[in-house]
């Protein structure tokens, strides 16, 4: 269990509910489109991006031994569970397999230069743990791109190696909604970020950490959080009313599960006072991105039973 809360087991499900959904749920259901990957060999890219991710945590908490000693002494694993040599061998052995996972897909799709993909992502994650964890918002933009780029990957490796002169256009409308779906996903998951270090505000206080609410105050880092808010909320309605306002499945999941949370959301942003209050904020947020993550395949059934008309 120690080493399952160090890898941030129930964000590694996420990440890997996140892929399942959209090969699953919506490119599968795709009438007469033959995937590059077989259902096999995509469980083995989930694999690859969640041991990557894995490794990442690990050093993430390598790195902040020091810090959550001071802040957080009961809840540290490294030191305490696990010694840190045992951490880093975790680590490198959780790239290997991650690299070793994404080496061998790139060769099933005939794109073997794709093992970069996985090198890269393995090394950002470093570069960012080790080096720009402090500097202000460069973590949290790196964490919410890459939130975002473990749902590209998917089409990245299911969609890209099938390209053809005659399915161009139609795969091109397939990665265009992934890449809608992938900006939601950055812009909520960033929001995330925010609200998480208003939570954090007292441990990144005592610690040095170089957040908005420590550099600038709670109350102006609430105002902004507020005003970012409003952004996914038109995207969401403009592309709600432009794309699917025939389909009511879509419109009804949305507007209760989706829409109606983030409203409640911004308003809570604005009054939110407590640590609990923001601690509350953030499990909203990451129930947000899961039901938005889901009306995928809301969309597709919808979509796919559509009554004719004769």
Not at 51 to 61: K, L, P, R, T
Request: some cysteine; hydrophobic content about 55%.
């Amino acid at each position: 269990m120690k080493f399952l809360k160090l890898i941030r087991y129930q964000n590694l499900v996420f990440i890997a509910l996140i892929q399942a959904v959209f090969h699953f749920g919506f490119l599968k259901q795709q009438t007469g489109l033959l995937l590059a990957l077989n259902d096999l060999e995509f469980i083995l890219l989930i694999i690859s991006t969640i041991c990557i991710a894995a490794a990442g945590y690990i050093i993430n908490d390598i790195i902040d031994c020091k810090n959550d000693t001071i802040v957080k002494p009961n809840k540290v694993i490294i030191g305490n569970h696990i010694s840190e040599n045992m951490a880093y061998n975790f680590y490198i052995v959780l790239n290997i397999i991650g690299v070793g996972i994404g080496f061998y897909i790139a060769n099933i799709v005939f794109k073997e230069n794709f093992v970069a993909v996985f090198i890269v992502i393995a090394f950002l994650i470093y570069i960012y743990t080790t080096q720009f964890k402090q500097s202000l918002l460069a973590g949290t933009f790196l964490v919410s791109f890459l939130m975002a780029f473990s749902l590209l990957l998917v089409g990245i490796f299911d969609l890209y190696p099938i390209i053809s002169n005659e399915n161009r256009p139609f795969l091109g409308v397939l990665f265009q909604i992934l890449i809608d779906y992938a900006v939601l996903v950055f812009l909520l998951t960033f929001i995330l970020n925010l609200i998480g270090d208003l939570e954090n505000y007292n441990d990144d206080l005592k610690t040095g950490v170089n957040t908005l609410p420590v550099l600038y105050g709670k109350e102006k880092t609430q105002k902004l959080i507020f005003g970012l808010s409003f952004i996914p909320l038109i995207i969401l309605l403009y592309y709600l009313n432009a794309n699917f306002i025939h389909l009511e499945y879509v419109i009804y999941y949305t507007l209760a599960l989706v829409i109606g949370p983030l409203l409640y959301c911004i308003i809570k942003i604005w009054q939110a006072k407590s640590q609990q209050d923001f601690k509350r904020l953030t499990l909203v947020l990451k129930f947000i991105v899961l039901t938005a993550l889901f009306s995928i395949a809301i969309i597709t059934y919808n979509l796919n039973n559509l009554p004719i008309i004769e």
